[in-house]
């Protein structure tokens, strides 16, 4: 009881959106294109398939940006992801009855209590203060390095090592002391 399945031109037939005369007209047509292809060895430029394949090359091309786009987006997530666990890992306590540090970050002032010898490691250059969701921590240069070659925002203070070995032969003040009372 299966019905046997009519094609296009005898289902516009069937439905009357196509009279007789037409359907065989453009039977003919079709015929005598193929004919004068055949005869002359010219192939037919058939649009609807040069459509088709330039909008499919298209739709690849889309494609593979969005894949681009989402793999760098995976990417910044597990970059994020490994600050976050360095961070974690390499943190300093913090003592809230130390002193206060104050630094600058996105053009605010903030403040930092850290215990008096780690204040003077972060000044030195020997420990850095790192962002962490919306806090700040404290861990040392070389873990901060680590940090901003994968995130430099993340890195808010870091000053480089000081230098004690300065050549002072040229210096005509070397053999004048620093008194060690005096505070800037």
């Keep these: 009881m299966s019905k046997q399945?009519?094609?296009?031109?005898?289902?516009?037939?069937?439905?009357?959106?196509?009279?007789?005369?037409q359907a065989k007209s453009a039977k003919s047509d079709k015929r005598k294109l193929m004919q004068q292809q055949r005869k002359n060895n010219i192939t037919a430029v058939d649009e609807a398939k040069e459509l088709?394949?330039?909008?499919?090359a298209e739709k690849a091309e889309r494609d593979r940006e969005l894949n681009q786009s989402r793999q760098q987006q995976e990417e910044q997530k597990q970059l994020l992801a490994q600050v976050r666990q360095m961070i974690e890992l390499n943190r300093?306590?913090?003592d809230t009855d130390?002193?206060?540090?104050?630094?600058?970050?996105?053009?605010?002032?903030?403040t930092l209590y850290v215990p008096e010898a780690m204040r003077e490691q972060i000044i030195r250059g020997s420990m850095a203060i790192v962002k962490l969701g919306d806090g700040y921590e404290v861990v040392s240069a070389d873990v901060a390095k680590k940090?901003?070659?994968r995130?430099?925002?993340?890195?808010i203070v870091y000053n480089e090592p000081i230098v004690?070995?300065?050549?002072?032969?040229?210096?005509?003040?070397?053999?004048f002391q620093i008194p060690d009372d005096l505070m800037w």
Excluded: M, R, W
């Design 5 to 21: 399945k009519l094609s296009l031109q005898e289902q516009l037939l069937k439905s009357g959106l196509v009279s007789a005369a």
């Design 52 to 56: 088709a394949l330039k909008a499919q």
């Design 92 to 94: 300093q306590p913090k």
């Design 98 to 110: 130390g002193l206060a540090y104050h630094f600058s970050d996105n053009n605010k002032i903030k």
């Design 147 to 149: 940090i901003s070659l």
């Design 151 to 155: 995130n430099a925002a993340s890195v």
């Design 164 to 175: 004690d070995a300065v050549d002072n032969a040229d210096d005509p003040y070397s053999a």
